[in-house]
């Protein structure tokens, strides 16, 4: 995969790790949404000054973008995220994650998640749904609707795949 492409899905990724919409990312970042949104699928080149300012804008550093392989992610939501798989921009995006104990934060943003617990107990809050799930359980969401996924006792760990848009 080329280093653009992987920047662009690894943009792509810390945004929806951090919950945020492209129009925040771009308020943060000084940018308007529409390039924001060229520059994620590839519609427009992706220079190292859009890497500084959205790197900025995603708390993190231009070159944990820019590294040559993936590695684990901690957020700052507590969270740790590693990309299972090959990160593509058109992909859906698949990762592991270690979910705190914490109370829960809803977020929304466009797309779609199924997750699969694989190991602890979990709170899924989708909308006014309040789910337990047990190592073992699945679900699947819109993430339009607002969501939290916090471990109940101990940290516990997912399997989640995330689609930005369900294709028709």
Known sequence: MAIEDLVRAR?????????????????????AAST???LETGARRLTLAHVERLARA??????????GQAASVPAADGRTWWPVG???PDGPHVYRVVLPVQPPVRHQHEG?????????TARLLVGPTD?????????????WEPHALVALDRPAEALVVFRAAVPS
């Open 36 to 38: 924001v949104s060229r």
């Open 58 to 67: 995603l708390d993190r550093s231009p070159d944990a973008l820019l590294a």
């Open 86 to 88: 090959s990160e593509r």
């Open 131 to 143: 789910r337990t799930l047990r190592a073992g359980d699945t679900a699947e969401f819109s993430t």
């Open 112 to 120: 779609h998640q199924w997750l699969h617990l694989l190991d602890g």
């Open 11 to 31: 943009l792509r990724q810390a945004r929806f790790e951090r919950g945020l919409t492209v129009a925040e990312v771009a308020a943060r970042a000084g940018m």
